[in-house]
């Protein structure tokens, strides 16, 4: 969001009191501006939600993956549902989306944290996590594949940092087996929600927070599997809690956050500082002693960051030109 974009062609039309007024903005511009600042802040918050899932998930490692899932999309339902009875607008108003965009929205959200959950419990959390954030880079790949874009010189150089960067981190393990099904298993969390971000450019349409519906439809599904596939969970009180966290937070609470900051803030800058949520969550894993830091997983994540930003620059400026 711009509050003043001036060249030189406008300059030169302007008259006096319209360059004296611009000179000494007025107390509402003032304001404005403040709120949008505020709002941009508020939105940038929401990266740092993001970040604490994987430090949290590694916290709830014995709850089979299809449970946690269903307590932790339950809490960000009822949370969600929370919000909009606050802003006193019907809870079923999320449920206003044709079958296809719920559809969608429920297969991105399931398979990708599915297999994200499965990838921290086979590798590092931190390398995993890198790995699964390649998923800005294959959004690029499956445009370009899609002829939706034509990616530059500098898109395709971007790519190959990032992807190259996730080698560096995967390079080590390339030994064991287990390990490298660890990482495909990542590769896949990001692959699934790729294509849920490219379905859901075309699918358009829906309240913003449909994404709320899918958690609904999401808990009966992973609860079903629970029974059918995983072994009876016994959770302690605390990995219930932090199940629920997770809900409320990186999967539901964030998404609100980041919502109001990319709708009321500064939404460009906002999207250049998400692609540091990797590097956020390692620094976090780092923290709390759940990963060790070693010269992989550094050079690794800035080649990925660095990919990211490179794609999303020239992705950009392409539709801004065109």
């Known amino acids: 969001m711009s509050f003043l974009t001036l060249d030189a062609e406008g300059l030169s039309g302007a008259s006096a009191s319209e360059l004296a007024f611009l000179r000494t903005p007025s107390p509402s511009r003032w304001r404005r501006a403040l709120a949008g600042a505020g709002a941009t ?4 918050t929401a990266v740092i939600v993001w970040a604490l899932w994987p430090a949290m998930a590694v916290r709830t490692a014995h709850v089979p993956p299809f449970a946690l899932l269903a307590v932790a999309y339950g809490s960000a339902f009822v949370f969600l549902v929370g919000l909009r009875c606050a802003r006193r607008q019907t809870a079923f108003g999320m449920f206003r989306a044709s079958w296809r965009i719920h559809l969608i929205t429920l297969l991105g959200i399931l398979i990708s944290n599915v297999l994200y959950l499965f990838a921290l419990r086979t590798v590092p959390a931190a390398n995993a996590n890198i790995v699964s954030y390649t998923w800005p880079l294959m959004i690029v790949v499956g445009g370009a594949l899609l002829r939706w874009v034509e990616p530059n010189g500098r898109q395709w150089f971007g790519l190959l940092i990032g992807f190259g960067g996730a080698m560096v981190v995967i390079g080590p393990a390339w030994h064991g ?3 490298i099904s660890g990482y495909l298993l990542a590769l896949g969390s ?3 929600w790729a294509v ?5 450019m075309r699918l358009v349409g829906g309240p913003p927070d ?3 519906a899918a958690c609904a ?3 009966p599904c992973c609860v079903g599997l629970h029974l059918l596939l995983e072994p009876a969970a016994d959770p302690t009180w605390r990995e219930y809690l932090i199940a629920a966290l997770i809900g409320g937070g990186p999967v539901g609470g964030a998404n609100v956050l980041w919502d109001y900051g990319i709708t009321r ?3 460009k800058a906002l999207a250049v500082f998400a692609y540091a949520t990797p590097v956020f969550a390692s620094f976090f894993l780092i923290l709390t002693g759940d990963a060790v830091l070693t010269f992989p997983m550094v050079v690794g994540a800035g080649m990925v960051v660095v990919g990211a930003l490179l794609g999303r620059h020239a992705t950009t400026k392409q539709k801004e030109v065109g």
């Open 41 to 44: 802040v508020i939105g940038s």
């Open 217 to 219: 439809f999401a808990v």
């Open 265 to 267: 803030g500064d939404a």
């Open 190 to 192: 990001g692959l699934a």
């Open 196 to 200: 849920y971000s490219l379905a859901r």
């Open 177 to 179: 087996d287990i390990a």
């Open 210 to 212: 449909v994404f709320a």
